[in-house]
């Protein structure tokens, strides 16, 4: 399957921020995103446990898409770190990596979606990844979480063009990136390190829907 250019579906609309339930992973100091069924931020050093017990219970299903990862991944004291240094490349603009619950289980982290990498000048510009529970799979949650995180890209980050890349075979992201009206761009040989070896990947984008302008110095 290719990924279609003619599909292009609107993207939400809403750019609420909301408080944090007392319950979650998320940093009070960083905006709160809500989609219809969903909650997305930046998690804090608190929520290392919740965001450990998710990648716990999806080794195995997200193993083939991922970089192969060390033992210390799975350790409470990684994610201490990681989400420290998360919330500052936050702080300085450089990425907004999120993780997603739902609305109704706050406590419970069922996704990572990310915006990494972002450019400013004369590009602005993003990566963005993501993985969802296994067995939150197949109801719309990702489409619509990475939807509403694509939306801040635009809307709430002011970029013009966000990325993303997935491995020939991996048809569910293909079909999540064409549903949010991603167009592909080419293949790249060897793009990524992925469970061990270089993969091939397609690259695929979706631009802001209006005319965004830089600022520049
Ligand atoms: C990529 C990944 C997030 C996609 O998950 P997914 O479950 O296919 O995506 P969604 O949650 O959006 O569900 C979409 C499916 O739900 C169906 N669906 C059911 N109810 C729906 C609703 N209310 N709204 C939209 N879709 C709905 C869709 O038809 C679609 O099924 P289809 O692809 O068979 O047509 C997931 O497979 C994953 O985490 N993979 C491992 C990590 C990975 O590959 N990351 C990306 C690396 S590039």
Redesign the pocket.
Known sequence: MVVSRRARIPLPTATETLPVPASSPFDPRAPLLRSERCLLGIPSVEGAEAVLDYYLR?RE??E???PARPTAFYSPAFWEAHLRHNFEDFRQGTSFRAVVTLQEEPGRVV?AANLSNIARGVFLSCHL??????V?????????A?GRLVQHAFEGLGLHRVQ????PE????E??LT?LGFEREGLAEQYLFIGGAWRD?VLTARRAPGSVRPILP
């Open positions: 999806n299903h997200l083939p898409w991922e996704g990844g993501y993985s969802f529970d296994g939150a799979g197949g109801q719309g949650l990702a489409t619509e990475v993303a890349a997935y491995i991996n048809v569910r992201s079909r999540l549903r990947h």
